[in-house]
């Protein structure tokens, strides 16, 4: 085995696993890569049901109702101009409240409510979910100070 | 006053830093001792002001003197002792501070510990160790003052986020930046290596030990922080392709990979500019990691506060750290040449196909952490990467790494023998088949892909033990031999096998998540709750308070089949003084599995939200991350590396000629 060759098997290796992982980001990027809309967006825009989406915008006031199973939940999310319904089945994290900023990963079903797999809330008081902030500016319902956003001063 | 001396003393170690970095340099590049000698004395009284410096934050923070900004925003008078010591690092000024402090205590260690080294190269070291610290340095005097005082001071401060004042996390930063930081020491040999134009087997000696100790640290730290996720964040999830541990876990898979192709450097005196390129990557990963988590361009609760300046100031130091050294390599690396030559079967093509597998796989990671930030920078559209996309890049690329895991050490250096290896593997083929048809008979055709994934973990268990049963004759020869050839195995020897075993371990525990059962119900006391096997019974909750929280704390009986197992305690409290509720879960363990239970809201009568989870062979992730990093510590205690200590007490000279 000369230099030259294993230099060249080297290289083959090289370049086969570039290509093996190139083509395994394409196709996971085809379809597992999550969208984000504002409630505004899913009544403006055509959404494809049936695909992971997230969405952000505060809890709507008196919107929280709990099934009686203990595990259902149902809300809406709005961002002050549009809400959309969400429904989730199982454990809110502890800073799920109403008012407050969250982003919720799911699908959005014919009926038009978001059937959300996820939830997440902030981590502690201040610190709002970026999307959630752009979501609020684009709907011109941001109050500058009302909940400092982590991340705001970058831009 | 006292704070003020810490101020000081950092103002001095940055002096000082300055020095470092340019007079051993120099020193190394003129022939001349004395100065290259400046650098070993700078090292250490650096490492003896930072240390000061920090010491006087620790200071404030336990005397809780609000007057200091920084222990004013971040802590308060009614915390346990425990997280004011902690809370030092649980902000961003104080954990650069901690990042410096471990920075200068490797710069010092390079200094105190390696006199063995040639002078020259260890000039070199401790200057571009010197280059850091000032960089780092300055970043904290200038944006990130941790010192700063006000007037009048404040009656209390406002508190430590109350999800981080917990044991566990409590040591994750120090652990983590234990491995960050500690990859500095082989960036700064791989740029001295580069300053000096040669790389041979005793440089890869000298960069071994540093790196296997980086790493030992770092997987301990991953591990701390993926069991503090399980345990808090209340619904049993233990690692969740969040970038900020993406920015973790990079530095960690390119780490591993330098650990591996620095033994064919070391053995074999191939792959060398290879090594030396991964030397710069894994640094660089740490500092990436370092700007995602520090500069606020997340959103996570490691992001701690956000100011513009130092997010541009990080990136600035980033592209003078990553640029320099890659550009440094592209002019000196074509120099260096490559030694013995491989077949691509072979112990070296084995190392190859790992580190073309790690840097892979780091690579889909990369991508999938940083593309959602690029395109929103751009001002294309918003989106996040998920587990899902994780699943199908870096997944797959893991599978033939793990299968060649067992192959590789049975492998002869130079030309080895796949059939003659894979025969000798028997055992573990065997164990395969007896987990894949005994998981298909309890399991009724389950998913699938988990069982493949459990048989996969046995094989690379078995394959350690095969190759280490091979290494002492066991069962091969009288016991007397294997007892005598089991002392005398290098402890590296034992270490790669405790911690390919450790791999197999983890890989089980994370495959065997497939099988998790979750409950979640409301229950009133005296009511109960099935889930696998067990019997939730409530007992009762009550009111309970803690040093600066309150709590609802129930009482909940575990029984199996009428007989008591545990009582657990699962608690929802409340921290006043930030207004935040969290969640403390209760665990019973077998250590093959976890049955977890977390205490959920009050349905405004007595009736509470219970959520159970039994997670089978969950608690093998972390006890496998033990394993490797205590590999990684049985191998750094082989005498290999101590071969220093003979030769310290020999005249330099005469030591170098040895080589």
């Known amino acids: ?86 429904t989730y089945v199982g454990a809110l994290p502890d800073l799920f409240r109403e008012g407050q900023g969250v982003v919720v990963e799911g699908t959005l079903g014919g009926d038009g409510i978001v059937h959300a797999a996820t939830v997440l809330a902030k981590h502690d008081e201040n610190y709002m979910p970026r999307e959630v902030v752009d979501a609020l500016k684009q709907s011109g319902h941001w109050q500058e100070g009302a909940a400092p956003a982590r991340g705001e001063g970058a831009k | 006053m006292i704070i003020e001396l810490g101020h000081f003393a950092l103002i001095l170690a940055l002096c000082l830093a300055l020095v470092q970095s340019t007079v051993p340099l120099l020193g190394a590049a003129r022939r001349q001792l004395g100065w290259m000698a400046v650098g070993r004395s700078t090292a250490l009284v650096q490492f003896a002001l930072v240390a000061l410096a920090f010491a006087t934050l620790v200071h404030a923070y336990v005397t809780s003197d609000f007057s200091v900004a920084n222990v004013y925003e971040n802590s308060h008078s009614a915390k346990p002792l425990l997280y004011k010591i902690t809370g030092v690092w649980g902000n961003h000024e104080g954990s650069m501070v901690l990042w410096v402090l471990i920075l200068s205590l490797f710069g010092a260690a390079v200094a105190w ?79 001295a290596a580069l300053i000096e134009g040669r790389v041979d087997a005793a440089w890869a000696r000298w960069v071994r030990p540093w790196t296997l100790a980086a790493w030992c640290a770092l997987t301990i730290g991953i591990a701390m922080g993926s069991w503090w996720a399980y345990y808090t964040l209340g619904w049993g999830g233990w690692w969740f392709w969040d970038p900020v541990e993406n920015a973790s876990f990079m530095p960690w898979l390119v780490g591993t990979a330098l650990l591996h192709s620095a033994i064919v450097v070391e053995k074999r005196d191939a792959l060398k500019s290879w090594t030396i390129l991964l030397a710069i990557v894994t640094f660089s990963l740490s500092l990436i990691g370092t700007f995602l988590v520090r500069s606020g361009v997340l959103t996570s609760v490691h992001a701690f506060a956000v100011d513009p300046a130092r997010g541009t100031f990080i990136l600035l130091l980033l592209l003078i750290a990553i640029g320099g050294s890659l550009s440094l ?106 987990v894949l048809l005994l998981g298909l008979y309890l399991t009724q055709g389950g998913p699938i892909l988990a069982l493949l994934g459990l048989a996969l973990a046995a094989w690379v268990f078995l394959g350690a033990l095969v190759e280490w049963a091979e290494r002492i004759k066991l069962l091969r020869a009288p016991f007397g031999e294997t007892w005598r050839r089991a002392r005398h195995l290098p402890r590296a020897s034992h270490g790669m096998t405790l911690a390919h075993a450790g791999l197999a371990v983890t890989v089980a525990g994370i495959a065997a998540s497939a099988w998790n059962a979750e409950r979640i119900e409301v229950l009133h006391p005296g009511q109960s709750l099935p889930i696998s096997g067990y019997v939730l019974t409530l007992d009762a909750v009550a009111k309970a308070e803690g040093p600066n929280y309150s709590a609802d704390r129930a009482t909940i009986t575990v029984t199996s089949d009428g007989a008591t197992l545990a009582v657990l305690h699962p608690e929802k409290r409340f921290f006043p003084v930030q207004q935040i509720p969290t969640s403390e879960t209760a665990i019973h363990t077998t250590l093959l599995a976890d049955l977890y239970v977390a205490l959920g809201d009050n349905d405004g009568k007595d009736g509470w939200t219970v959520r159970a989870y039994w997670k089978p062979l969950v608690p093998w992730i972390w006890i496998g991350a033990v394993f490797m990093a205590l590999g990684g510590l049985l191998s750094l205690s082989d005498r290999r590396w101590r071969v220093g200590v003979a030769v310290r007490r020999l005249p330099k000279g005469a030591a170098a000629a040895g080589r």
């Open chain 1, 1 to 86: 085995m000369t230099r030259k060759r294993r230099r060249l098997i080297g290289v083959l290796a090289g370049l086969g696993m570039l290509g093996i992982a190139t083509a395994l980001v394409l196709t996971a990027f085809s379809d597992s890569l999550v969208f984000f809309y504002s409630p505004t967006d899913l009544k403006t825009k055509t959404v494809p049901q049936g695909r992971s989406l997230r969405i952000g915008g505060l809890v709507q006031p008196a919107s929280v109702v709990r099934e009686g199973d203990g595990q259902t939940v149902d809300f809406r999310v709005t961002d002050g101009e549009n809400a959309v319904a969400v």
């Open chain 2, 113 to 191: 510990f390696g006199d063995n080294l040639p002078p020259a190269l260890q000039a070199r070291v401790l200057a571009v160790q010197g280059m850091i610290g000032t960089g780092f340095l300055l970043f904290i005097l200038f944006t990130s003052d941790p010192f700063h005082r006000f007037a009048p001071a404040p009656l209390d401060g406002r508190g430590l986020n109350p999800i981080l004042q917990d044991p566990g996390l409590a040591f994750h930063p120090p652990f983590l930046y234990l491995g960050y930081v500690g990859f500095s020491v082989a960036f700064s040999f791989a740029v």
């Open chain 2, 329 to 434: 390599y592209a002019v000196r690396a074509p120099a260096l040449k490559g030694g013995g030559l491989f077949a691509p079967i072979s112990r070296e093509g084995a190392l190859v196909l790992n580190n073309l597998l790690l840097s892979t796989g780091a690579a889909t990671v990369f991508i999938g952490t940083l593309y959602p930030l690029f395109l929103d920078a751009v001002g294309g559209a918003k989106l996040s990467v998920g587990y899902p996309f994780f699943n199908r890049t870096f997944v797959p690329l893991m599978v033939p790494l793990l299968l060649a895991v067992a192959v590789g050490p049975l492998l002869a250096w130079k030309r080895g023998d796949l059939l003659g290896a894979l025969q000798r593997l028997w055992v573990a083929g065997a164990g395969v088949v007896a």
